[in-house]
Nanobody
């Protein structure tokens, strides 16, 4: 059974930075394209960054230049470096596989809350 455990969120001021981590177990991680999603209160879950098994990345327009997704296959972990945080980045952040789009490939973890104060 695949498990996804997100961490690293918190309360930060606008302009600050955070590094989110997602520990993955129960699958062959190195072969899996992965992504970071976020869901703000009252809004649908969106995919903000994705990374292929070979390390190619892609970002939503709203986060380009501020978010960086990376992965460490030796640690079965995917990261999201978030810089220049804005209040509109406030959301619960989740990682998941991206083959099935917004559904996610696996059962969702608990997510990690990012709150940005202005």
């Amino acid at each position: 059974q695949v498990q996804l455990v997100e961490s690293g969120g918190g309360l930060v001021q606008a302009g600050g930075s955070l590094r989110l981590s997602c520990a993955v177990s129960g699958m062959i991680f190195r072969a899996a394209p992965m992504g970071w999603y976020r869901q703000a209160p009252g809004k649908q879950r969106d995919l903000v960054a994705r990374i292929t098994s070979s390390g190619a990345t892609n970002y939503a327009d709203s986060v380009k230049g501020r978010f960086t997704i990376s992965r460490d296959n030796a640690k079965n972990t995917v990261y999201l470096q978030i810089n220049s945080l804005k209040p509109e980045d406030t959301a619960v952040y989740y990682c998941n596989g991206v083959r099935l789009g917004l559904r996610g490939d696996y059962s969702w973890g608990q997510g990690t809350q990012v709150t940005v104060s202005s």
